[in-house]
């Protein structure tokens, strides 16, 4: 469990990031390359993306597995990183003391690391430039092509995250951000192998949604700068320049053929009655369809008078992008 304590100050220092970040979406892209777990849609990813890598890539894997970047991987520094171009030179930035903890904590006990990693571990110039041409190539191939999906899904988390801050306050807003997370007093409580407790003192924290990834929230906390939260959004599938996945069986395979119905249907606004007999189902049944679609973010409803109109949300539409 990660436990992150707030003073006062903290929680009127709580950010959302504005837009985007690359290099997380990128390190995030390859430690969901290197999990290896059964999810099927991620399965047939993995295979499509391992295919199609070139061999620029292998020195991103020496540093980034599924446990984790190095810090100096995750520059969130204000004003940088903000285009998929700045991010090798927000890394090259990254204090050499950083650089060299991180490294040295990557390998402990491990074997002993290549030699261009030796190298970078002595701030060799050569070594950062094979860094950079990794980083570049890892994101044309794996990022780039789903990146304005990555920055429509981002508009509409932010956007999600600002209306419930507005509506319940900072620390609701805060304790529905990841399922299974409380806000106790001041300490916000976040399911996460092991044991980590921070204090910001001060600092403040900075969310930052993750759209290639389905782990746990994933913490950079680094001394003087606000600690920086990503977590696991969007529509928990692999993205795809066409949509979250690229056929209607794939898609059914994890929502369902009824709910993949539904969702097509919700492209207008239906009562629960009307919905129920476009998809020839009782009232009960689309009536539940659609609440399990409305936890998952896909479908919002709102009653008017005796009825209840469900339409379907811009999340629910980019997953359906490509599959219609």
Do not use: K
């Not at 993306?49 to 292998?58: D, H, K, M």
């Not at 004003?79 to 950083?98: F, I, N």
């Not at 429509?152 to 951000?177: I, K, N, P, Q, S």
């Not at 950079?220 to 959004?233: C, D, E, F, T, W």
Request: aromatic fraction near 6%; charged fraction near 20%.
């Amino acid at each position: 469990m990660i436990r992150i304590r707030f003073s006062a100050a903290d929680f009127a220092r709580v950010r959302f990031a504005p837009r985007p970040v690359p290099l997380q979406a990128l390190n995030t892209a390859f430690m969901m390359l290197f999990r290896g777990d059964d999810h099927l849609l991620f399965g047939r990813w993995r295979q499509r993306l391992l295919r199609t890598l070139p061999a620029a890539v292998e020195p991103l894997g020496d540093l980034v597995t599924a446990a984790g970047a190095p810090l100096f991987l995750d520059e969130f520094g204000e004003g940088r990183g903000d285009a998929p171009e700045d991010g090798p030179d927000a890394v090259r930035a990254a204090p050499p003391g950083l650089v060299r903890a991180e490294l040295e904590r990557v390998y402990a006990g491990h074997p002993a690391p290549p030699p261009w990693v030796r190298d970078l571990h002595r701030g060799d110039a050569g070594a950062w430039q094979v860094l950079r041409r990794a980083q570049h190539a890892a994101f044309e191939a794996a990022v780039r092509p789903v990146w304005p999906l990555v920055q429509d899904l981002h508009r509409a988390e932010f956007t999600r995250h600002a209306l419930a801050a507005a509506e319940h306050g900072v620390g609701a807003a805060l304790a529905a951000l990841v399922p299974g997370s409380r806000l106790r007093g001041d300490v916000w409580e976040l399911p996460a192998p092991g044991e980590r407790d921070l204090a910001l003192d001060g600092r403040g924290v900075l969310l930052l949604p993750a759209f290639q990834w389905t782990g746990h929230p994933l913490v950079a906390s680094l001394p003087g700068r606000p600690l920086v939260l990503s977590y696991a959004a969007g529509p928990g599938l692999p993205l795809s320049p066409e949509g979250a996945d690229g056929t209607d069986g794939a898609l059914a395979e994890v929502l369902g053929r009824t709910r993949v119905a539904v969702l097509t249907v919700l492209a207008q606004e239906h009562t629960t009655s009307g919905l129920a007999r476009r998809l020839g189902v009782s009232n009960a049944t689309a009536s539940a369809h659609a609440a399990a679609l409305r936890g998952a973010g896909l479908v919002a409803s709102a009653r008017a008078g005796r009825a209840v109109l469900h339409r379907r949300t811009d999340l629910g539409s980019l997953l359906l992008r490509g599959n219609g």
